[in-house]
């Protein structure tokens, strides 16, 4: 116990997530593999005493192994939050954008606020191959299909526009990026931003791109009250994604399961024990 060590009960400790990867084909072969596990790391948040997490998701290296080679930016990010959580500068912003309440869900689009958005604005990340030509958000239907789906920025909101009306696109990304809710899929009952292996595009405050501003980090929540019949609600607290304790997702219930603080992570088999269903 590094506390006990050091004679410190509150020792501060930050986590770093997992940055972007593209390069094990049998993990990168599903697209939601990576972004799990980035979320279940940030459970660490929900632990005693700890007090920061770096996202690293628009650092990575095509090719290149998981812990990327593209440090600087990181190493910026952590001592932004050392100098401001452990040494008190207040006058130093220190976490990029997050969600600072529910998703507004209107018959015409969904709005997404943030805090931390000072300057809110779309860049491509390291290395990337074709930045911001695709979106970073995607939509969730409650038959499982995801439909990835542009988005515009004002001020601190990002707002992505539906189509309620049946559409001879069904539920596919228009022309103009707007997604076609046919009646059959109804409204979308997620959203989820840079989840995949290696997004191309982020959101960040402040200034320029991944070396200088601060990006938003990966997220997955639902975007109405209630979940699909077919799925169930799994709280996430306030410690993870956003700054809302009834932040959720909606966990498929045949493919996946609710683990507290972790989110909806795929299922195992039944005769373990790990994680429940609310």
Request: hydrophobic share 40%; with cysteine.
């Amino acid at each position: 116990d590094w506390r006990a060590k050091f004679g410190s009960p509150m020792l501060p400790f930050f986590n770093v997530e997992l940055a972007a990867c593209n390069s094990y084909p049998t993990i990168n072969s599903s697209a939601i593999v990576w972004a799990p596990i980035r979320q279940a790391s940030r459970s660490f948040l929900s632990l005693p005493g700890t007090s920061g997490f770096i996202t690293a998701i628009d650092v990575g290296r095509s090719g290149g192994a998981v812990h990327s080679d593209v440090k600087q930016p990181v190493g910026r990010r952590m001592a932004l939050q050392l100098l401001r959580k452990v040494y008190g500068r207040t006058d130093i912003i220190a976490d990029g954008p997050s969600l600072a309440r529910a998703p507004l869900l209107t018959p015409t689009s969904i709005k997404l606020s943030f805090r931390d958005a000072n300057n809110l604005h779309y860049e491509k990340v390291a290395n990337a191959v074709a930045g911001c030509a695709v979106s970073p958000f995607e939509l969730g239907f409650a038959n499982g299909t995801w439909r990835r789906a542009k988005a515009t920025i004002a001020g601190t909101t990002v707002s992505i526009a539906l189509l309620t009306a049946a559409s001879p696109t069904g539920n596919h990304t228009t022309a103009t990026g707007a997604v076609a809710a046919s009646a059959a899929s109804q409204f979308p009952t997620e959203v989820r931003y840079a989840w995949e292996g290696f997004p191309q595009c982020a959101i960040y405050a402040g200034t320029g791109g991944y070396a200088t501003a601060l990006p938003a980090a990966p997220f997955r929540v639902a975007v109405a009250a209630q979940c699909a019949p077919s799925q169930s609600r799994c709280l996430l607290g306030n410690v993870t994604i956003s700054a809302y304790a009834t932040a959720a997702q909606c966990c498929d219930q045949e493919l996946e399961v609710c683990v507290p603080f972790g989110g909806c992570q795929a299922a195992i088999p039944e005769s373990s024990s790990v994680g429940s269903r609310e």
